[in-house]
């Protein structure tokens, strides 16, 4: 299988090689590079050249590392380096992401939360990633009366919300049967058709229990009563926001992977929910066990390698366990230390 | 000076007859009741009838109660309860919700932080609230496709986020000089107009220090340092995610109070942040702090009686302090014992 790693920017290099050299343990794959984000704008004045979309494309897996650079924040949208992530989103069908935030056990002084209820967190958020406010219609123009103004249109149509929902329950299908829909139906018309529409497709799964919660209620209960929920399933903009807060509840950021997927099994893309850090790049800093997670979700989802994901997530788990820890976690040890521990626990 | 007392539904009623107990132990107030929300509906047919939008508009002050009644969830969107509170919050032109959060002292049990991080909580959030995707085009529709589909257009012009600016760029001044300006910048259009304008706005507070955070940053940093911040400022639909985030940080969701503004001084309306709690509407359960505190602003902000508003605050935080508890602080004190203990702090 080829997997391509798109390194990207900040500490997403220094990620990403740990993570390479976790995936060449357990089997044997083919890996390109290609570069994306600051980086790409720095040597080719785009943030996502055609040969590296090329090389998504045609990949069997994309492992991602981290986008974003204050430098270029004042550059136009589109040669920013989100514009890559939105792009590759957007041009690979990635539709579906999920976001996993478990805490780690050892890890319960990492949190802000009192231990008992950071034990308790195992939620899965089913975030709609290719539609929403960021997708819409955007611009700046000038009103009427003269003014600068600035618009983005939030949109959904059905069939939207009824893919991502799918997701949602089968995810929910999976685990413990508990599905909690988010949206702000009392405000937005786009979160009224979500809901219509969730609460149709639920007839397709009556072994799953649906609920529904506003967004400010849910940004509420991820910090009242976090071990409540088993799957939530959100638009885009909702998801981006709950799916942080709920990684920080369970500790720390640098400990979540992600996945972006297509729709069930296929071509994903997998990154660290972390960012690109650029305040601590190049100094061997990083925990690596996010981006190490991902390719452990990589082999799950796109490749159908359930065992050697599992062995990955036990390992990173003993690590932690055996006391590992990077300066994020309040330890010491280098981003190729850490990952050291991860291989010596897998081995 | 007249003070308009809207109960609204669920706990609403409950909670303003203590508050206004309160308000007439310290002053020489009239007050004017009229009927909001769900109940208004029931009685008029209409959730904010003219008569009620007339009392408030002639009010030198609002104190509300809350609305909302998931009996009235399927009614079309201009009957539902919500309707009439963003509709005198658009009528009055209130558009500067002032939301703080703060621990009370013997609460760190409430709150699901760690009590010496929840203790260091001491944030004001200064939420736009006339403007943004909440009052933008919005309906549902048919795509060429055939497929339902619903919008709604995010929006703001340079006058209506210079003026919220203003404000927060104020109310920084008089607290610790700390503003955080929380955005999208990265994705939306309608969040980088945001951005430049406060940007610009702060040359005229050379001494308040500005920063930018993105709302998904910013919901991480709520739950992992929320003591790092002073003052936020953030659009409409972002400060009504943060702000429930940051009250339940705070410990209960019962003790935070609100004002809507129409700038500095006059006409304001002050509500409790929680919602209607039908669950347990009339049974005297309900914490009436929120809506006392709510009445202390409006002494505070629409008739100027600093003292009055001070001698409130301090008392809630005595009866708080002597172990004074409802049920959501974990204590058996009815509604109107709890009043009474604040009352016997007050004399
Ligand atoms: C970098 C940014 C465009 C991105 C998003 O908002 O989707 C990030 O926050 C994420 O969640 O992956
Ligand atoms: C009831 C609802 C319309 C309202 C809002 O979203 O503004 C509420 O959540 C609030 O924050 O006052």
């Known amino acids: 299988a080829l997997i391509a790693i798109l390194p990207g920017d900040g500490i997403g290099p220094e990620v990403t090689r740990e993570a390479r050299r976790v995936l060449e343990q357990v089997g044997d794959f083919d890996f390109e590079e290609a570069s994306v984000g600051g980086a790409a ?22 492992l991602f590392g981290a986008i974003g650079d204050p430098e270029f924040e004042s550059l136009e949208r589109s040669l920013r380096p989100e514009a890559a992530l939105l792009g590759i989103r957007k041009e690979l069908g990635l539709f579906a992401n999920l976001r996993p935030a478990k805490l780690f056990a050892g890890l319960e002084e990492a949190s802000s939360l009192r231990p008992e209820i950071a034990r308790s967190i195992d939620v899965m958020i089913v ?17 009427d009366a003269g003014l600068r103004e600035g618009h983005d249109l939030m949109r959904y149509d059905e ?21 909690c829909s988010v949206d702000k139906a009392n405000v937005l018309e786009t979160s ?16 799953v229990s649906l609920s529904h919660m506003y967004v400010d209620n ?8 976090p071990g409540q929920f088993d799957v939530i399933v959100t ?21 979540l992977p992600s996945a972006s997927l297509a729709g069930e099994g296929g071509l994903g893309m997998y990154e660290p929910i972390h960012g690109s850090a650029p305040d601590i790049a190049g100094q061997g800093k990083a925990n690596p066990c996010a981006a190490i997670l991902s390719a452990a979700m990589l082999l799950r989802y796109s490749l159908g390698m359930t065992d050697a994901a ?37 081995a």
């Not at 893919?163 to 999976?174: D, H, L, M, N, P």
């Not at 849910?218 to 009563?225: G, P, T, Y």
Request: hydrophobic share 45%.
């Open 41 to 62: 704008y720095r040597e080719t004045g785009h943030p996502l050249p055609d040969a590296t979309l090329a090389l998504a494309k045609r990949s069997d897996a994309v």
């Open 127 to 143: 975030r709609e990633l290719t539609g929403d406010v960021y997708f819409g219609e955007k611009g700046q123009g000038t009103t």
């Open 159 to 179: 069939a939207e919300v009824a893919r991502i929902a799918r997701v949602g329950f089968e995810t929910a299908k999976r685990r413990k049967g508990l599905l």
């Open 192 to 207: 009224q058709l979500w809901r219509d529409v969730v609460i149709e497709i639920s007839a397709e799964y009556p072994d």
């Open 218 to 225: 849910a940004a509420m209960q991820l910090v009242r009563d």
């Open 235 to 255: 638009g885009n903009l909702f998801g981006d926001i709950l799916s942080d807060q709920a990684s920080m509840c369970a500790g720390s950021i640098g400990m």
């Open 310 to 346: 599992d062995r990955i997530e036990a390992a990173v788990a003993k690590a932690i366990a055996d006391g590992a820890r990077t300066a994020d976690l309040g330890g010491t040890l280098s981003t190729g230390a850490m990952a050291d521990a991860v291989l010596g626990a897998l």
